[in-house]
């Protein structure tokens, strides 16, 4: 990705949240790191995922959603062993 695609990018993330496609939603970082935890103790070893990797999928599950988007291989054994429908583009 060049400097300018990147500009372009974020140009489009801050339009989509002028118009609200894009919300922000707060976990409370206790219960993030709490659920994280348990995913790694259930799940690290099968599936090989990386810290980042489960706080991903742990903030996924705390905020309800039901699909996700990830290029991470780890990431999507993770959550797929958790029911998320992994979008493809």
């Given at each position: ?7 372009g ?56 959603v ?24």
């Amino acid at each position: 990705m060049t400097a300018a695609e990147t500009v372009g990018l974020w140009r489009g993330v801050e339009t989509d949240i002028a118009n609200g496609v894009l919300v922000e939603h707060t976990v409370p970082l206790v219960d993030l790191f709490r659920a994280a935890e348990a995913l790694v103790q259930l799940h690290t070893a099968e599936t090989g995922a990386r810290t980042l990797d489960i706080l991903h999928v742990a903030a996924a599950q705390a905020l309800g959603v039901t699909d996700l988007v990830t290029f991470d291989q780890r990431q999507q054994a993770l959550a797929s062993r958790l029911g998320l429908r992994l979008a493809t583009i």
